[in-house]
T-cell receptor
Framework: GQNIDQPTEMTATEGAIVQINCTYQ??????LFWYQQHAGEAPTFLSY??LDGLEEKGRFSSFLSRSKGYSYLLLKELQMKDSASYLC??????????WGAGTKLIIKP | ETGVTQTPRHLVMGMTNKKSLKCEQH?????MYWYKQSAKKPLELMFV???????ENNSVPSRFSPECPNSSHLFLHLHTLQPEDSALYLC???????????????FGPGTRLTVL
């Protein structure tokens, strides 16, 4: 079966750095997405990786290793507004998105 | 504002009621999706419409009935639901096509459904 694993919840301190991991087993791979979802709001796109390596976008970076079935989302200089759920999703060989359950990130002052 | 709107935002219904959820996208996309999001569970893809044709139906019970009259509008008709159907129902859209590497999906704010 297809599976996406990510931690259920993480806590970090304002101004610090946090890394949210995602491992996947899917039938084929056509890219990995990270989305951010604030409570009661729509998921919004953060990043897309299809080749190995690090993609940097401001305070957020996303890393992919296809051979290991592994990705992480790195958030630097954490702000209180970064408190949200972070969803990892992989596009399989049928171009269907397979979603993780999300990681709830709690930022403390 | 992501360009995808959903109404109503909140809905409470009894098990014998019939209601409809509406989604509209203003992005010119050709694919639309219905997802179910339950607490602490992955997003569950329910239906996919591509160029107004249903291309995916992931074993969804018949008490959920989708309708896509055109590429901008998507409905989810609900009847004789069960309490376990209570969840957040999200609509999304994307631009599908050959050669497009990034099929980013844009989500609406969702309808919070409670079945009593």
């Amino acid at each position: 079966g297809q599976n996406i694993d990510q931690p259920t919840e993480m806590t970090a301190t304002e101004g610090a750095i946090v890394q949210i991991n995602c491992t996947y087993q899917t039938s084929g791979f056509n890219g990995l997405f990270w989305y951010q979802q604030h409570a009661g709001e729509a998921p919004t796109f953060l990043s897309y990786n299809v080749l190995d390596g690090l993609e940097e976008k401001g305070r957020f970076s996303s890393f992919l290793s296809r051979s290991k079935g592994y990705s992480y989302l790195l958030l630097k200089e954490l702000q209180m507004k970064d408190s949200a759920s972070y969803l990892c999703a992989v596009m399989d060989s049928n171009y269907q998105l397979i979603w993780g359950a999300g990681t709830k990130l709690i930022i403390k002052p | 504002e992501t360009g995808v709107t959903q109404t109503p935002r909140h809905l409470v219904m009894g098990m014998t009621n019939k209601k409809s959820l509406k989604c509209e996208q203003h992005l010119g996309h050709n694919a639309m999706y219905w997802y179910k999001q339950s607490a602490k569970k992955p997003l569950e893809l329910m239906f996919v419409y591509n160029f107004k044709e249903q291309t995916e139906n992931n074993s969804v019970p018949s008490r959920f009935s989708p309708e896509c009259p055109n590429s901008s509008h998507l409905f989810l008709h609900l009847h004789t639901l069960q309490p376990e159907d209570s969840a957040l129902y999200l609509c999304a859209s994307s631009q599908e096509g050959a050669g497009l590497e990034l099929n980013e999906q844009f989500f609406g704010p969702g309808t919070r459904l409670t079945v009593l």
